[in-house]
């Protein structure tokens, strides 16, 4: 069996060092030695051969059950390793095999309705507040930020992200805004307390991030022009100047793309427009990651272009820009994985001490990080609307907006030093 697993290792790491200590105690290395060895120990052999059968799925589950343990560096190290070499990796014939499998069977499954649609978003959103508040900004934004700058901090580049989202909408003062999977409700209360939309909709399908979003309506004083609901985006009615949807279209699945879209063009009006903020990949279509799928995101999916684009040229809508936002989702996700590592006693305390729990959350974010740091995953930022003729001609109009969004922000958290420099400027 070890003959199997050193062979196994042999093609998939060429670059680095990664160090193996099996069940039987036998120690080998793989790859080229150009870097410090990250060491790994299996804890028995069954578990070398669950991941030697299935090892897209077993590796997290045995790093979740302590039988893969990371004995000379850590979890990112040795996921970075294993997938920057993935990109050249010699495939297997039985890996590439079950590739096939999986994706035909992402072909057959049933289709994301509101059932299992609220289903799947109570699995991972609905594990209660206090757990998000560990690693999140003060915002509670769960999704990739927009940094400036490398040295920006989360806080500053998810405000960023905000702000550019909303200057690439043109929200003007008294538009009607939907926001599909609204999240806590930070962006829909961004864009009526800085950028002034007259009403704005946030619809989601987590109790738990409804009563957050709710809340966070009625102190800040803005209930009158903001409404949550837990609804369905296939059950909403009206008719809105904008759109935005950020994070959700993952969960929407290939099956039921020109449904989301053709409800979208319904919704939005003759001269509105709508942004869509997704993550996905830059390759060829690809099942879904099976330990992602079974255990953080079920019924979630990462679209490519070519598989968005059809459905969009049938619902109506025209792509107006598309901009790829590259390794932000990594930069976001170190934040996270850093401060989910700084208040892990917390979090084994929400979790009753569950180590198992912890593990989870630990691979994901780090599995995440990687696959956006090396891999073909990035963030879509689609502009659409019913017309060519609605968005500016140039971006340009984005910039200008983004400066006067900074103001009214200036304005709105700090309105007595505003007050006093505009003081200062009218005198």
């Known amino acids: 069996m070890d003959f199997l697993l050193r062979s196994s ?17 036998t120690r080998f290395t793989v790859g080229d030695g150009s870097s410090a060895a990250v060491t790994v120990r299996f804890a028995d052999r069954r578990a070398q051969w669950s991941l030697l059968l299935d090892p897209e799925l077993r590796f997290g589950e045995l790093y979740m059950q302590g039988r893969l343990l990371v004995e000379r560096g850590t979890l990112y190290e040795l996921l970075a390793l294993l997938v920057d070499n993935a990109r050249h990796a010699q495939v297997s014939p039985w890996l590439a095999l079950f590739d096939r499998i999986r994706f035909a069977r992402r072909r057959r499954r049933p289709r994301n309705d509101r059932e299992r649609s ?14 998000y508040e560990l690693f999140l900004d003060d915002d509670r934004q769960y999704s990739c930020a927009y ?3 490398p040295q920006q901090s989360l806080e500053a580049a998810q405000l960023a992200k905000k702000r550019h989202i909303t200057a690439k909408l043109n929200v003007e003062p008294g538009h009607s805004v939907l926001d599909i999977g609204c999240g806590w409700g930070g962006l829909a209360l961004y864009l009526a307390g800085i ?17 957050t979003a709710a809340t966070r309506a009625r102190q800040q004083g803005l209930d009158d022009r903001v409404g949550f609901s837990l609804t369905d985006y296939r059950e909403m009615q009206g008719s809105f100047d904008r759109i935005v949807s950020v994070g959700m279209f993952e969960h929407v699945g290939p099956a039921s793309y020109e449904t989301y879209f053709r409800h979208a063009r319904r919704l939005l009006k003759d001269d509105g427009i709508m942004l869509l903020h997704t993550i996905g990949c830059t390759g060829v279509p690809a099942h879904a990651d099976p330990w992602l799928d079974k255990y ?12 968005m684009m059809p459905a969009i040229e049938a619902s109506g809508l025209v792509v107006s820009d598309i901009e790829v936002l590259r390794l932000h989702y990594a ?51 689609v ?17 200008a907006q983004e ?15 505003a007050t006093s420099r505009l003081r200062a400027i009218g005198s």
Not at 118 to 131: E, K
Not at 333 to 360: N, P, Q
Not at 384 to 399: E, K, M, W
């Open 147 to 149: 940094f400036e700058h």
């Open 331 to 381: 930069s976001t996700l170190r934040a996270w994985r850093e401060r989910f590592a700084a208040a892990r006693h917390s979090a084994l305390a929400l979790a009753l001490g569950d180590e198992r729990f912890c593990r989870m959350w630990e691979y994901y974010l780090a599995f995440c990080e990687t696959v956006f740091r090396y891999d073909d995953i990035v963030v879509f930022q």
């Open 118 to 131: 609220q289903r799947n978003v109570a699995h991972h959103y609905d594990l209660g507040d206090a757990l």
């Open 195 to 211: 950028a002034e939309a007259g009403k704005v909709a946030g619809i989601t399908l987590s109790q738990e991030q409804l009563k």
């Open 9 to 25: 290792l042999n093609g998939l790491v060429s670059r680095g060092a990664l160090e193996v200590v099996s069940a039987s105690g």
């Open 296 to 307: 953080i995101f079920p019924g979630g999916y990462v679209p490519a272009l070519s598989q």
């Open 383 to 399: 502009l659409l609307a019913p017309r060519n003729d609605t968005v500016p001609l140039t971006r340009d109009y984005i910039a």
């Open 403 to 417: 400066a006067r969004l900074r103001a009214r922000e200036q304005l709105v958290h700090a309105p007595d030093a």
